[in-house]
């Protein structure tokens, strides 16, 4: 493979892991490209997220062709690549992998996390990725070490349904004849509005224990997902508690869960009374640590008693039409199902006034060409929309994203990246993607002078896109330098130059060229070099990915002296 080629695949695995990250299917990725051979064996990887307790594990593994049209991917490719990424895995678990690797490398540091980690691991999957159509979307289950390991593919046609539909939930389908034997009985309540119907009803414990093995943190509705934690104690250990000394109690003693669902085919049971055959886009607001209880108690102690378990359940069926209003009237119900309990901090914020601000204003500021604007993405799927609802003929369309186009969309977590970042903070940006919203959101990582959550205008709005265009220019600059840990890279050196540069910045060029000169590019990518080098030196044999986490970090390379920039980059002011 040609380095263009490498390039692009590296590319196309952190967009389809970060999109994956994003929707629950998987925890903070990092990309980490590795190809090589034991014996005649080959071995592969692109990338790799683990849970924040370090018992669950996720590879991924690419095949990138770059096709233009559909194009189908024989099983047999899927499956070498599914094969060269597990004999990676089991290199690791066995503990040769790091043997053999030069220790200055970025994959010896991981390939010793596994095999420090490999027998406490709770739940191993394997991704294959690919710019192609899949016939098969999965692959049996393997025995590994001791271990089971799930096997997936996200190809081009699911990725396709999850950005053109905005709805990725929408895989998200329970038929509880097949799971269950029958619909579960349930009261059925016509919704008072247009909006929304209403049921309760009581799930198995082996069903919810069988929904979570399939589809795990994806179920959860995003900003709870965050807060989920099985592994402390309190509420989650009298939950397991439960389950294996009383499992008949379980229905008196829980609270139950709160579901939403975007449809619900209701049936008759085999006693003729009215029941819930089956659900899709099926999302928990509220229980999340119940469901997720469930699962890893009867993963560890297999002698658990579901059979004898009940969870009661509310669950509201979506009708509102509208995506936008959908999705805000979801974070409604997520935020007031769980006003009780210490989710209520995740301040499930799309309707915020700041965002709502931004969102205003991303509609009525012009790009100083007059014609183009940035989008700003305060609803998931509001971009998709957009271009549906206007671009309602060839010509609309191609205008429509010719103004504003996907690379000037911009989410609430990329906001909050590129704010947190430019304030100095890479270690919180570092910490993935939804903690650092929440900490955002929190006001904990906004330096003084920074905008404020709670309002925001014109020239505000135009210096947070100069960061959202500084920011993106340094991940493209950084991504075809270093095969690991770009995204900790780009995050550190967008921070370094704010700290050492930023009262001499001119944000407001930025934001009239709506680009950076090639003069700053060079100097980032000098800094950006630097900057790995500290973050590899520091790190004192931990995972770079890890140890960006730590302040600790971020205190050691803001302490580094770096090679200043030379005269004549046109963003950077002389010092007075």
Not at 373 to 400: D, H, I, M, V
């Amino acid at each position: 493979m040609n380095e263009g080629a490498a390039f692009e695949e590296m590319v196309f695995s952190e967009v389809v892991m970060q999109h994956m990250a994003d929707i629950g299917m998987t925890f903070e990725p990092v990309v980490c490209h590795f190809q090589g051979r034991i014996g005649n064996a080959i071995l592969r990887l692109s990338g790799y997220a683990m849970s924040d307790e370090a018992d669950q594990l996720d590879l991924f593994v690419s095949l990138y062709e770059g096709v233009d049209i559909p194009t189908p991917v024989p099983n047999g490719e899927t499956f070498s690549a599914v094969e060269q990424c597990l004999r990676f895995l089991t290199q690791c678990a066995r503990g040769t992998m790091a043997q053999k690797l030069d220790p200055s490398s970025d994959v010896h540091s991981l390939a010793l996390n596994i095999h420090g980690i490999y027998d406490d691991l709770e739940q191993v999957r394997v991704f294959v990725l690919t710019d192609r159509v899949a016939k098969a979307k999965s692959f049996k289950t393997r025995e590994l070490g001791g271990k089971t390991v799930r096997l997936e593919v996200m190809d081009i046609e699911r990725l396709y349904r999850h950005w053109s539909e905005g709805k990725p939930r929408d895989e998200l389908v329970i038929n509880f004849v097949e799971v269950s034997g029958s619909p579960l009985p349930c009261v059925f309540v016509p919704g008072e509005t247009d909006e929304y119907d209403y049921a309760l009803t009581a799930i198995p414990g082996e069903a919810l224990r069988f929904i979570y093995e399939r589809f795990g943190a994806r179920l959860l509705e995003a900003n709870v997902r965050s807060f989920l934690s099985v592994k402390g104690k309190g509420v989650n250990a009298g939950i397991q508690n439960t389950l294996r000394t009383a499992p008949g109690y379980f229905m008196a003693y829980n609270n139950g869960i709160v579901l939403v669902a975007d449809e619900m085919r209701l049936a008759k049971t085999v006693e003729g009374s009215l029941g819930i055959a089956w659900l899709k886009g099926m999302q928990i607001v509220n229980g999340g640590q119940t469901t997720a209880s469930i699962f890893f108690a009867k993963k560890k102690f297999p002698d658990t008693d579901l059979g004898r378990v009940r969870v009661p359940a509310k669950i509201i069926v979506m009708k509102e039409q509208d995506f936008a209003r959908e999705e805000a009237l979801v974070s409604d119900i997520s935020r007031f199902a769980n006003s009780q309990n210490a989710v209520k901090q995740s301040d499930l914020s799309a309707n915020k006034p700041f965002h709502v601000d931004v969102e205003r204003l991303s509609l009525s500021v012009y790009c100083p060409d007059g014609t183009g604007r940035w989008f700003y993405e305060r609803a998931t799927g509001s971009y998709n929309t957009l271009l549906s609802r206007e671009g309602t003929t060839p010509s609309k369309l191609k205008a429509l994203k010719d103004a504003i186009p996907a690379s000037r969309k911009i989410t609430k977590t990329d906001l909050a990246r590129y704010i947190v970042a430019w304030s100095g903070q890479p270690d919180v940006v570092s910490l993935g993607s939804q903690k650092n919203f929440d900490r955002f959101m929190s006001g904990m990582t906004v330096a003084e002078g920074e905008v404020q959550p709670s309002s925001t205008d014109v020239a505000s709005y135009k210096a947070m896109v100069a960061k959202a265009i500084i920011f993106k220019a340094t991940q493209k600059l950084v991504r075809p330098m270093f095969q690991a840990f770009q995204a900790n890279v780009a995050a550190y050196t967008v921070s370094l130059l704010s700290e050492k540069l930023g009262d001499r910045f001119d944000l407001d060029s930025v934001w009239v060229k709506q680009g950076v000169s090639p003069a700053l590019l060079d100097h980032l990518a000098q800094w950006a070099r630097q900057v790995n080098d500290v973050l590899h030196r520091t790190a004192g044999g931990r995972m770079v990915s890890e140890w960006a986490k730590k302040a600790e970090c971020r205190e050691a390379v803001f302490a580094t002296t770096y090679s200043e920039p030379v005269d004549g980059i046109p963003e950077i002011r002389p010092p007075i």
